[in-house]
C-alpha cells in the first residue's frame, strides 16, 4: 500500500522530462501533419487519437518506454494519419475507413428503419431540430447523421429540391 505514496528524485525527472517532451512532439508533430489529426472525421481519425493518447501516457509513465520510442511512435501513427488522409481519395479506402452518412428524416418524415442502423432515437432528431432553431416541422428538407455522429438539419427555406450534390454519399 506504501508503494503507491513513493516517488523517488529519479523518476520524478524521467516523467517531468518525458512529458514535456512527449507533449512537444505532440504539439510539432500536429503542425507537421495538420489539425485533422485531432478532428472527428472518420473510424480511423478516432483510433488514432485514441492511440496518440496511449502513446502519451504509456511514455510518460512507463519506465519500459523511452521518450525516443515513444516520440517514434507516435511519428509512425501520424505518417499513417497522412497516408490515410491521402488514401481516402480513393472510394474503395473511404469504404473502408469511413461511415457512410445516413438520411434519417426525409421532409417531415422520420426514415425509421435508417434511425435504427445509426442508432438515432426520436428525441436524438427533436434536440437537434431545437438546437437548429426549428419552430415547425415543416420548415425541414431533410435530416442527415454525418459520418463524424454529427446530425446536420437542411432547412427549407423554398419548394427547390436540394442539389444532387450535396446528397451524393448519403444513404437514403
Known sequence: M???FILSQKSFFLILFSAFGIYAAVILYTRLFGKRSFSKMSSFDFAMTVAVGSMI????LSESVSFLEGAVALLVVY???LAAAFLRRYKWFSKITDN???MVMDGQTL???????VRV????I???L???NVVRLSEIKAVIFESTGDMVVLHKNNDDAIDDWLLKDVQR
Open 79 to 81: 505518417a499513417l494519419q
Open 2 to 4: 506504501e508503494a503507491l
Open 121 to 124: 432515437t426520436e428525441g436524438d
Open 130 to 132: 431545437r438546437e437548429a
Open 100 to 102: 457512410q452518412p445516413t
Open 57 to 60: 501516457a504509456t511514455t510518460i
Open 111 to 117: 426514415l425509421r428503419d435508417n434511425m435504427k442502423a
Open 126 to 128: 427533436r434536440s437537434k
